[in-house]
């Protein structure tokens, strides 16, 4: 078994209420429970479906801490940065380090253009941040960057435990591509309802999609049916 086994099937992007401006905690943890109670395989925080770019960076400091208090261990806690800013990027990852998450999520530089040795400095600095498994959000659709298959292959040349991609994108070459390169060990999410089923069909690892929120069992159920080869149920 791969120490990398956890980083697969449904990760619920989860999101996030507020009460009087403020986030309610007990729904949040409610929410949560229920993802664990209908079979999600993971807990994904400050992902998109949590808005997270409105919240400041202390909210989802306490949000990622809350969840892995809430999970108790039931569950992986994927903990996403969810910002622009590198020093934000960097307090936030030696937060998570510090509460245990078990994975770490960094989204592409957004509301800019970097060359692509720019994304491998960035990730290679912020990958030395912490040893556990490195998670890259590639959302090229709303970031208005995207990154190559090169530049994966420098940043893990760098991140040795640059373990995979939340890949928010329908580009099946890029997945196949990154596959091939970086070996069948290396972990694509499906961040995208639409592609899902193609990404697994290519050697993706599961989802981290927003239906989780609302049908948390049908999702997982997907993952297993095709994890389990069930493939004639799937096309019913």
């Known amino acids: 078994m791969s120490k990398l086994d956890f980083l697969q099937g449904a990760y619920c992007p989860l999101i996030v209420p507020f009460h009087d401006g403020k986030i309610d905690f007990d729904a949040y943890g409610k929410l949560i429970e229920r993802q664990i109670v209908e079979g999600s395989h993971g807990l994904l925080v400050n992902a998109t479906s949590g808005e997270p770019t409105t919240l400041t960076v202390e909210e989802r400091g306490q949000l990622v801490e809350f969840a892995i208090k ?6 992986p806690v994927c903990a996403a940065t969810a ?3 590198f020093e934000a990027t960097a307090l936030l990852i030696d937060r998570f380090e510090k509460a245990d998450a078990d994975s770490i999520l960094v989204v592409t530089p957004f509301y800019a253009a970097p060359p692509q040795r720019g994304a491998v400095s960035y990730f290679a600095k912020l990958g030395a941040r912490s040893r556990r498994p490195f998670l890259i959000y590639h959302i090229p ?9 090169d530049t994966l292959e420098a940043i893990k040349d760098r991140v040795p435990h640059f373990a995979g991609l ?6 099946v070459g ?3 591509g990154a596959l091939s390169r970086l070996g069948r060990d290396f972990r694509i999410f499906a ?9 697994l069909g290519i050697g993706g690892c599961g989802m981290m999609i927003t239906a989780s929120n609302v049908a948390p069992h049908l999702v997982a159920q997907l993952y297993e049916m095709f994890a389990k080869r069930d493939i004639d149920v799937l096309s019913r």
């Open 70 to 75: 809430a999970s108790n261990g039931r569950r």
């Open 83 to 85: 910002s622009e800013s």
């Open 141 to 149: 659709g709303r970031a208005g960057f995207a990154l190559t298959v």
């Open 166 to 171: 939340k890949n928010t994108d329908t580009d």
């Open 174 to 176: 890029f997945v196949t």
């Open 191 to 199: 961040g995208l309802e639409l592609p899902t089923l193609p990404m």
